[in-house]
């Protein structure tokens, strides 16, 4: 049987634009017939993995996801005083051990097509191995041999990439499973997406000739109380850390803390549009794990929003367990509305 951990939370963000669509607009979704505001999985996790936070936690676990491998190992060789078609040379065979190159038939810059064609995620295991080769290359002035060129690892520690998965279309057999599965975050009330238009000052303009801004622009904003879902096998993550149960235990809680506190990157610096969650529910058991995304489905119009969400949260949850029998084995709750638990009792609690 598998073990399932489950997270829900609720988050409360005044207004900002956390996660932009193609137009610039905040990302949103219909539920229950009616526009929400939206956070997707995508933008989530990315904050989560790229924070400070989660980097302090587990900083030599993490893994690089990019298509520039190439460049890396070019500019590592030139710097190594390599000549430039022997680096070009290199760099492209330790790329496409990753992933199929880019192929311009007339490339704007002469490194593109030692592109990757597909981002690709490397195990710190990985990086180290490409970093040790460059470094043998640049001593010895030379290509790498086919077995050198080996570097992708089956079993790799990278804790993102345990998490989250990767897919390596020219080398399947490195696929790795995702053990944490994100929801997009949803607005649990009705959203209007609001446009903010602004205007710049040139502080050397003493208006003596031009009153005007130096810049004009718009951006859209919207503010809601966010329902976030996270589901996480805890025997595939440690099948994936390669049974390192410290290591899975250490993860689960800068994972935890992290999306508690964490918020996406959109527009920051115009709304500081940092948040950490009010409230959370954690949930550990075998059985077959379900969302309480129903609880939204109608959305809250009540002026205390947070306060019915909880309320509506934990009604949904009895619910399931009143039709279903239990849905987890056991469960923690902090709930800053009323006082109770604590971020360390629930990083205690996800980690046993």
Same mark, same amino acid.
């Given at each position: 049987?598998?073990?399932?951990?489950?997270?829900?939370?609720?988050?409360?963000?005044?207004?900002?634009? %956390?996660?932009?669509?193609?137009?610039?607009?905040?990302?949103?979704?219909? =539920?229950? $017939?009616?526009?929400?505001?939206?956070?997707?999985?995508?933008?989530?996790?990315?904050?989560?993995?790229?924070?400070? =936070?989660?980097?302090?936690?587990? #900083?030599?676990?993490?893994? &690089?996801?990019? @298509?520039?491998?190439?460049?890396?190992?070019?500019?590592?060789?030139?710097?190594?005083?390599?000549? /430039?078609? %022997?680096?070009?040379?290199?760099?492209?065979?330790?790329?496409?051990?990753?992933?199929? %190159?880019?192929? /311009?038939?007339?490339?704007?810059?002469?490194?593109? +097509? !030692?592109?990757?064609?597909?981002?690709?995620?490397?195990?710190?295991?990985?990086?180290?191995?490409?970093?040790?080769?460059?470094?043998?290359? !640049?001593?010895?002035? @030379?290509?790498?041999?086919?077995?050198?060129?080996?570097?992708?690892?089956?079993?790799?520690?990278?804790?993102?990439?345990?998490?989250?998965?990767?897919?390596?279309?020219?080398?399947?057999?490195?696929?790795?499973?995702?053990?944490?599965?994100?929801?997009?975050?949803?607005? &649990?009330?009705?959203?209007?997406?609001?446009?903010?238009?602004?205007?710049? &000052?040139?502080?050397?303009?003493?208006?003596?000739?031009? =009153? $005007?801004?130096?810049? =004009?622009?718009?951006?859209?904003?919207?503010?809601?109380?966010?329902? #976030?879902?996270?589901?996480?096998? @805890?025997?595939?993550?440690?099948?994936?850390? +390669? $049974?390192?149960?410290?290591?899975?235990? @250490?993860?689960?809680?800068?994972?935890? /803390?992290?999306?508690?506190?964490?918020?996406?990157?959109?527009?920051?610096?115009?709304?500081?549009?940092?948040?950490?969650? +009010?409230?959370?529910?954690?949930?550990?058991? !075998?059985?077959?794990?379900?969302? %309480?995304?129903?609880?939204?489905? +109608?959305?809250?119009?009540?002026?205390?929003? !947070?306060?019915?969400?909880?309320?509506?949260?934990?009604?949904?949850?009895?619910?399931?367990?009143?039709?279903? $029998?239990?849905?987890?084995?056991?469960?923690?709750?902090?709930?800053?509305?009323?006082?109770?638990?604590?971020?360390? /009792?629930?990083?205690?609690?996800?980690?046993?």
């Amino acid at each position: 049987m598998t073990t399932f951990i489950q997270l829900h939370m609720l988050t409360a963000y005044a207004p900002a634009n %956390l996660n932009r669509d193609d137009t610039g607009r905040p990302k949103t979704a219909i =539920m229950g $017939g009616v526009e929400r505001l939206r956070i997707s999985s995508q933008s989530l996790k990315r904050a989560w993995r790229t924070s400070e =936070m989660f980097e302090d936690a587990l #900083s030599s676990h993490i893994g &690089v996801r990019t @298509r520039q491998l190439g460049r890396k190992v070019y500019q590592q060789l030139i710097a190594g005083v390599i000549d /430039e078609k %022997l680096a070009m040379t290199i760099s492209a065979k330790i790329a496409e051990q990753f992933g199929s %190159l880019k192929k /311009e038939k007339a490339p704007k810059d002469k490194l593109d +097509n !030692i592109d990757i064609e597909q981002l690709v995620h490397l195990s710190p295991e990985e990086n180290q191995a490409v970093e040790q080769l460059v470094a043998i290359l !640049i001593a010895e002035n @030379r290509e790498p041999t086919d077995g050198e060129l080996k570097l992708l690892r089956g079993q790799a520690q990278g804790v993102d990439i345990a998490l989250f998965g990767r897919m390596l279309a020219s080398s399947p057999e490195f696929n790795v499973e995702a053990a944490c599965q994100v929801a997009h975050a949803l607005g &649990v009330s009705a959203v209007t997406i609001e446009e903010d238009f602004f205007t710049a &000052v040139d502080d050397l303009n003493l208006r003596e000739n031009d =009153m $005007g801004s130096a810049f =004009m622009g718009e951006r859209g904003f919207a503010s809601a109380l966010f329902y #976030s879902y996270i589901c996480i096998s @805890r025997d595939l993550l440690l099948e994936n850390l +390669n $049974g390192d149960e410290t290591l899975v235990k @250490r993860t689960l809680k800068a994972l935890t /803390e992290t999306a508690m506190k964490v918020s996406p990157t959109g527009n920051q610096n115009s709304f500081a549009s940092r948040a950490y969650a +009010n409230y959370a529910l954690a949930e550990i058991g !075998i059985q077959q794990p379900r969302s %309480l995304a129903a609880a939204f489905f +109608n959305p809250i119009r009540v002026e205390d929003q !947070i306060v019915k969400a909880i309320q509506q949260l934990q009604q949904q949850r009895q619910r399931f367990d009143d039709a279903y $029998g239990a849905c987890a084995d056991k469960y923690y709750e902090m709930n800053m509305e009323v006082g109770n638990g604590t971020l360390p /009792e629930l990083l205690e609690f996800i980690a046993q």
